[in-house]
């Protein structure tokens, strides 16, 4: 197992770098000034794209944040002032399209990640970052990957979140402590 396993993870590690030496930071850093002046953020996504993006949610509670994952029941209405961030791979899936638009429709901000250059949320985005990962069904100019569908992209948003956090909680003045405190306690 030792050498294909070191082969496969050197491979996924070095297709990583690249994306993220790829990224143009400064829709990143649009994305960070939206998120500390907004108070309500939305997430939302499906799949594998989901579960990485679910875990934001989380973090950005622990930021302080009221943070909602826009699939559980006891999510509130979305309005005027609020975020929406949406990651999908191609960019045009139709249940995310429809939540997109109907936030929209709703007086919130949508900002948009993905690696796709064409599709209905971008046409719909106030703000795109992105992610020049190869992901499921998505057209642009990006990192090609020898992994499974789109798990590149879906390692990257990942990381794109974690680092996202570490740099809110600088800008925010929010220390490790401040964020523990506000972990689930009844685990």
């Given at each position: 197992?030792?050498?294909?396993?070191?082969?496969?993870?050197?491979?996924?590690?070095?297709?990583?770098?690249?994306?993220?030496?790829?990224?143009?930071?400064?829709?990143?850093?649009?994305?960070?000034?939206?998120?500390?002046?907004?108070?309500?953020?939305?997430?939302?996504?499906?799949?594998?794209?989901?579960?990485?993006?679910?875990?934001f949610a989380m973090?950005?509670?622990?930021?302080?944040?009221?943070?909602?994952?826009?699939?559980?029941?006891?999510?509130?209405?979305?309005?005027?002032?609020?975020?929406?961030?949406?990651?999908?791979?191609?960019?045009?899936?139709?249940?995310?399209?429809?939540?997109?638009?109907?936030?929209?429709?709703?007086?919130?901000?949508?900002?948009?990640?993905?690696?796709?250059?064409?599709?209905?949320?971008?046409?719909?985005?106030?703000?795109?970052?992105?992610?020049?990962?190869?992901?499921?069904?998505?057209?642009?100019?990006?990192?090609?990957?020898?992994?499974?569908?789109?798990?590149?992209?879906?390692?990257?948003?990942?990381?794109?979140?974690?680092?996202?956090?570490?740099?809110?909680?600088?800008?925010?003045?929010?220390?490790?402590?401040?964020?523990?405190?506000?972990?689930?306690?009844?685990?």
């Amino acid at each position: 197992m030792g050498d294909r396993f070191k082969e496969l993870s050197s491979m996924a590690m070095k297709e990583l770098t690249e994306v993220f030496d790829r990224m143009d930071d400064s829709n990143v850093r649009d994305l960070l000034e939206l998120i500390k002046k907004t108070d309500r953020i939305f997430l939302l996504a499906a799949g594998r794209e989901g579960l990485s993006t679910r875990s934001f949610a989380m973090r950005l509670m622990h930021l302080g944040k009221q943070s909602y994952w826009i699939w559980d029941d006891t999510t509130p209405s979305i309005g005027e002032g609020d975020l929406m961030i949406c990651a999908c791979g191609s960019a045009n899936v139709g249940h995310e399209n429809y939540i997109a638009k109907m936030a929209k429709d709703n007086g919130a901000a949508l900002a948009l990640i993905t690696p796709s250059n064409e599709g209905y949320l971008l046409s719909i985005a106030d703000l795109t970052v992105s992610v020049p990962a190869a992901a499921y069904k998505a057209t642009g100019d990006f990192v090609p990957t020898e992994q499974l569908m789109g798990n590149l992209f879906e390692q990257a948003l990942f990381i794109l979140y974690d680092v996202l956090v570490m740099m809110l909680r600088e800008e925010m003045g929010i220390s490790k402590e401040e964020m523990v405190s506000r972990h689930r306690n009844v685990e």
